[in-house]
């Protein structure tokens, strides 16, 4: 946790409930280890759909469905959702035909970096949520598939709060994910074809709009 547990705890004893089928599935995933978005992140996520309205949102990252599911409950879009592994794909596609909003989401299989290049766009809302290092490979591709004005919120980017730590305290693995994820920071902060700020909400978000 970035911010301090407390403040967190009392933000999140104000969110407003969950529908009961993503209730579930969010204890499911807890149960089970999968690192769904954390609820202070969830809530700036819906918030930012209801303030853009979206008709088609891109998620990289469906994991188990939840957040595809959470956005589409909150807006009439469209959602096209990518995951690469297996044992989440299951369980995507059986949570996604259940769902009371299943007929809005499209679950493509396959690894984000291959399959994106066979989109067509345009989206107006891309929610990143994929591999930590792999971002700034993801980003030629959603570049090149937003609209003008298109939102893309990505999730993770503070990693615990240690990337802004001392590069030396953190494991051989994370330094390299660290510098990866650094310089995606950099990169959609000081180019031109997007307007970036970055949150320390949940495990860090950063909002970006294409100029
Ligand atoms: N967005 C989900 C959580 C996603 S967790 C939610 O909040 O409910 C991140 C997921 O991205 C994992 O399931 C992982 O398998 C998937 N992933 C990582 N790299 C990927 C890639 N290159 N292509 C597709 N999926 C990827
Ligand atoms: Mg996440």
Known sequence: MITDP????????LSADLPEYLDRLEVYAEEHHVPIIRKEAQNLLCFLIRE??????????????????????VSDAHVTTIEKVEMRLKEARKNIAQSPVGDR????????????EDFKGPFDFVFLDAAK???????????RLMEKG????????????????????VERRDR????????????????????????????????SRKL
């Open 105 to 116: 989401i499209t679950l493509v299989e396959g690894d984000a970096l291959k399959v994106l």
């Open 52 to 73: 853009k309205k979206p008709s088609n949102i891109l998620e990289i990252g469906t994991a188990i469905g939840f957040s595809a599911q959470l956005m589409a409950s």
């Open 6 to 13: 407390g403040v967190n705890e009392y933000i999140n004893s």
């Open 176 to 207: 390299t994910i660290h510098m990866r994820m650094r310089e995606f920071l950099y990169h959609i902060t000081h180019t031109d074809e997007l307007d970036t700020v970055i949150l320390p909400v949940g495990d860090g978000m950063a909002l």
């Open 150 to 169: 298109a939102l893309l919120v990505t999730d993770n980017v503070l990693q615990e709060g240690s990337l802004a730590g001392s590069k030396f305290a």
């Open 133 to 143: 290092g792999q971002y700034l490979n993801f980003l030629p591709h959603i570049m």
